[in-house]
């Protein structure tokens, strides 16, 4: 999360990174790319040169810097041409890219695109993950001829682990915000409203704490909303005035917040979130208003 984590590279054998992925099934994929004596030994000796020395250690960056980058930038380096990054993924932004890619796990989709900001949302201009750069080679010349001539699958991968569970799915996800919709109660409305100030508080956090350029700034905040804080304070306190101001301004946010969702990849599963914020907000404000009008007897 601090964005500082060193990976570092690494030497194994082909046996022992087989048997590796046979048995987390994962996929392996050969592609025997068509490349000159001069530049097998050039890739050879930067590889060795990495191995060897510091520059076997880099700063792990969740789009920017990672283990396919790393690769790519050695190929681009020593290939007539480099590679060809007009793949299908060129169309998307890296937040659909993502998204699409861990799809079967709901939580884990819901909760890096809760902490993903702005970045994300952009257009794709690099190759940055496995299987773009399997498709980027395919498409890729070196010396006028195709760098890479057939792809040959040795280990299929298997999605029997990739199977929805009885929790990690938007079943039970949309089963809490229509039970929280449901439950006309005070007490439920403020816990909703405090853990929705949480997670904003974490939010400017994490934008602050964080070197990893993907998470900020990060406009979610204008949902999971500090405000709310002051809101249930407000409201417990009878200060009936400055709660419905703060009613307004949490409004005009979420207003913000859907203008900028609306051709967003992830808005239909942020959307009970958004819908469930604005029920409870007009229960709050009903009862503020209600709340207000009352006078004492004398």
């Not at 498709?135 to 001829?145: F, M, V, Y």
Request: with cysteine; net charge positive; aromatic share 16%.
């Amino acid at each position: 999360m601090k964005g500082d984590l060193q990976y570092f590279a690494g030497m194994t054998s082909f046996t022992d990174f087989m048997n590796e992925y046979v048995y987390f099934q994962r996929g392996v994929y050969e592609q025997t790319l068509n490349l000159n004596q001069s530049q097998r030994q050039a890739i050879l000796n930067d590889l060795n040169s990495i191995l060897n020395s510091e520059k076997r250690f880099y700063t792990y960056k969740f789009i920017d810097r990672n283990c396919t980058t790393m690769v790519v930038d050695i190929l681009n380096k020593n290939l007539s041409e480099k590679i060809n990054t007009n793949i299908k993924d060129s169309q998307k932004t890296n937040r659909k890219i993502l998204y699409d890619c861990i799809t079967p796990l709901f939580y884990a989709n819901l909760g890096i695109n809760i902490v993903f900001g702005v970045k994300t949302d952009a257009q794709f201009d690099h190759i940055y993950l496995p299987l773009q750069f399997l498709e980027g080679i395919n498409l890729s010349k070196n010396n006028g001829k195709k760098l890479c001539d057939k792809t040959k699958i040795l280990n299929k991968q298997s999605y029997a682990q990739a199977e929805v569970s009885l929790w990690d799915n938007k079943y039970l996800y949309f089963i809490f915000f229509i039970a929280i919709a449901i439950f006309n109660k005070s007490i439920i409305r403020n816990f909703y409203f405090v853990l929705m100030g949480c997670l904003g508080i974490f939010l400017i956090w994490v934008g602050w704490y964080s070197n990893h350029s993907e998470l900020q700034p990060n406009f979610n905040i204008a949902l999971f909303n500090p405000l709310y804080f002051f809101l249930v304070y407000f409201n417990e306190k009878n200060n009936r005035n400055f709660a419905l101001k703060t009613i307004y301004l949490i409004v005009i946010c979420l207003l913000f917040y859907t203008f900028l969702m609306l051709n967003k990849v992830h808005l239909l599963m942020f959307l009970p979130i958004i819908l469930t914020n604005v029920l409870l907000l007009y229960r709050a404000f009903l009862k503020t208003k209600k709340s207000a009008r009352i006078t004492p007897a004398l």
